[in-house]
């Protein structure tokens, strides 16, 4: 099948890729002339693995292309992605400006009937808005299909190649047929197509982040009971885990969620409510817990060290918002690192993948670490704020050695406060037992 995608962002670039994968012919479309010169020569934007690979295939073999030109893929197309931003408004409703104006500029040019899917995550009711702006540009036949992406980043590839489920919504059997059969590859292990209509669909991919957001909240809370009341939050959640009806994902606490879905879907299923005059109030509180919970390692510093911490160096593990990808935005480490610098530290860092992207955004304010180990030297505290592999077992005698005092704060919860004892660490968890030495 012919496709374009446009917009090469981290949706875009992750789906036309796996298309080109399947065998389909695609064109990825972006007005970013050097991110489409990058791309084609072999520059990734992102950091995500296994995607670099299957771009740098499927461009050889010719069934992945990259350009400026939108009216040449859409006239070589039969299926539109918009994949475009929805980027937050300030009352916390999604910015549609960059869809509506992708849907217009779809509609000016293409010959014929075309299929437009909309894979950006859109509020309900924004299939309406496209059909009602195709309708307006071309007298030409087309169908719209709200096909919303369940990708979660450092496993985007894996979950578009092997999807839990693809989620269709159109009132149009012609274009679901199609649509069914360019998904037909990716669901060959049974794993189900859901049909539904729009609004249905642009609804479920709100809902999911949101319930997914609340999980988190909910567990953060819990551990933050159990610090006050002497439990275990480790032994807690592998016990309400056990539980089917309730499962163990998105049961580990931590310092708050961050990202580029969790936050914005939670606040545009807020405002989406507030249009239906309708008050979300368990949605706020989990964004009010959220915020706070990124907070707390800050405040687990302050209660150690004092509110003044001129003259005190501290180490950061893990700038991304979660492991396996560079990406920070509304990371928890950002929260942290300012509250600290704010106070007066002196702050070193280290993240497998994120150094370009956090030196974005701190410019000159902290030191840079390519090791984890190299962040060490004189350091009053380690703080763990994203939980990568390479963390899970460190050198414990070479981290004393380095550090001034061997104090660690751990957001992820990677250690057992038993062998933090045994390495002679004081160790602040969450929710669990401290260990002071």
């Known amino acids: 099948m012919k496709l374009c995608v446009i917009g090469t962002g981290y949706v875009g670039l992750v789906s036309g890729t796996c298309f080109a994968e399947g065998g389909n012919d695609v064109i990825c479309v972006d007005i970013d002339e050097q991110k489409i010169a990058d791309l084609r020569n072999g520059k990734i934007p992102i950091y995500e693995p296994g995607l670099e690979e299957l771009i740098r295939r499927n461009v050889n073999d010719g069934r992945l292309r990259f350009t400026t030109d939108l009216s040449m893929a859409v006239k070589d197309s039969l299926v539109c992605f918009i994949a475009v931003g929805t980027p937050q408004d300030d009352d916390g409703s999604a910015d549609l400006s960059m869809v509506l104006k992708a849907t217009s500029d779809i509609a000016k040019v293409m010959p014929g009937y075309r299929i437009v899917v909309l894979k950006s995550t859109v509020p309900v009711g924004t299939a309406d808005k496209v059909r009602a702006a195709m309708s307006a540009?071309?007298?030409?036949?087309?169908?719209?299909?709200?096909?919303?992406?369940?990708?979660?980043?450092?496993?985007?590839?894996?979950?578009?190649?092997?999807?839990?489920?693809?989620?269709l919504g159109s009132n149009s059997e012609h274009a679901l047929s199609l649509m069914k059969e360019l998904y037909a590859p990716f669901v060959r292990t049974e794993n189900p197509i859901l049909v539904m209509d729009n609004r249905s669909a642009e609804m479920t991919k709100y809902a999911a982040n949101a319930f997914l957001a609340t999980r988190i909240s909910f567990i953060n809370q819990v551990a933050n009971l159990c610090e006050k009341a002497g439990a275990d939050v480790s032994d807690v959640r592998r016990g309400i885990g056990s539980d089917r009806r309730i499962g163990h994902?998105?049961?580990?606490?931590?310092?708050?969620?961050?990202?580029?879905?969790?936050?914005?879907?939670?606040?545009a299923v807020i405002r989406t409510a507030e249009e239906f005059q309708m008050d979300f109030s368990l949605l706020k509180e989990v964004e009010v817990i959220n915020e706070k919970q990124k907070e707390l390692l800050v405040n687990k510093v302050f209660a150690r060290f004092g509110k003044e911490l001129r003259g005190k160096k501290f180490a950061v593990w893990g700038l991304a918002f979660k492991p396996r990808t560079d990406d920070m935005r509304e990371?928890?480490?950002?929260?942290?690192?300012?509250?600290?610098?704010?106070?007066?530290?002196?702050?070193?860092?280290?993240?497998?993948?994120?150094?370009?992207?956090?030196?974005?955004?701190?410019?000159?304010?902290?030191?840079?670490?390519r090791g984890n180990y190299d962040a060490l030297p004189g350091a009053d505290a380690l703080l763990i704020v994203t939980e990568w592999n390479e963390f899970r077992r460190p050198d414990f005698a070479r981290m004393r050695e380095l550090m001034k005092t061997p104090i660690i704060f751990d957001g992820r919860n990677l250690y057992e406060p038993a062998q933090m004892k045994q390495e002679k660490f004081t160790y602040y968890p969450i929710g669990r037992l401290m260990v002071e030495q």
């Open 137 to 167: 540009n071309t007298t030409h036949p087309f169908d719209v299909v709200s096909n919303p992406e369940f990708l979660k980043e450092g496993a985007a590839v894996e979950d578009f190649m092997k999807p839990d489920r693809v989620v």
């Open 249 to 267: 994902y998105f049961l580990f606490p931590g310092v708050g969620y961050g990202g580029s879905c969790f936050p914005k879907d939670v606040r």
């Open 331 to 369: 990371a928890p480490s950002l929260v942290i690192i300012e509250a600290l610098l704010k106070a007066g530290a002196e702050i070193a860092v280290h993240d497998p993948e994120a150094l370009t992207r956090a030196r974005e955004v701190l410019g000159d304010r902290v030191s840079y670490h």
